[in-house]
């Protein structure tokens, strides 16, 4: 029995077509959508630490029983964001939120320094498959964009 060709090719394309496509991971979207939410952030530039052995791993063989949420604790120990920018010491527990969309499951790296956008009442920092609320190893100009954001300067996301 013959296999059509258009048949292959549709076999070895078809599975990109159902990749995770994101936007790109913009802090001044992030500030915006804290900012505007009901939900109440603190923002910390600081070292994440928590135990990766519990970040969401996917079983390709049984994907569905990936879950949407897996809360980790964690701690983060630096400065949070205040009028003068960040000054004021912060060290405290929070809750990792690492979620999967499907089988796509975030990453996050343990002792990195993080740009964490934290709810205020849950003391959660989400972070998903297109990035969330933290951002790890932040650049300078990413710092720069919240500082910005935070003084009530421009804060446009940037589209990549």
């Given at each position: 029995m013959r296999i059509p060709v258009?048949?292959?090719l549709f076999s070895l394309i078809a599975p990109a077509a159902f990749a995770l496509s994101c936007m790109p991971h913009d802090v001044a979207q992030?500030?915006?959508e804290a900012a505007d939410s009901e939900t109440r952030?603190?923002?910390v530039l600081g070292e994440l630490t928590f135990d990766k052995r519990k970040l969401p791993v996917?079983?390709?063989d049984k994907?569905?029983?990936t879950p949407p949420d897996t809360r980790i604790p964690a701690r983060i120990t630096g400065k949070s964001l205040g009028a003068d920018g960040?000054?004021?010491a912060f060290d405290g527990q929070i809750t990792l939120n690492a979620q999967c969309f499907g089988p796509w499951c975030?990453?996050?790296?343990?002792?990195?320094r993080y740009l964490a956008f934290v709810n205020a009442d849950s003391r959660e920092l989400v972070v998903t498959?297109?990035?969330?609320?933290?951002?790890?190893?932040?650049?300078?100009?990413?710092?720069d964009t919240v500082l910005q954001c935070h003084r009530g300067g421009a804060c446009e996301p940037v589209m990549r």
């Open positions: 258009l048949s292959i992030v500030y915006r952030y603190f923002v996917t079983d390709w994907q569905m029983d960040f000054q004021k975030a990453s996050a790296v343990s002792g990195a498959p297109c990035g969330g609320f933290g951002f790890a190893n932040p650049s300078n100009e990413v710092i």
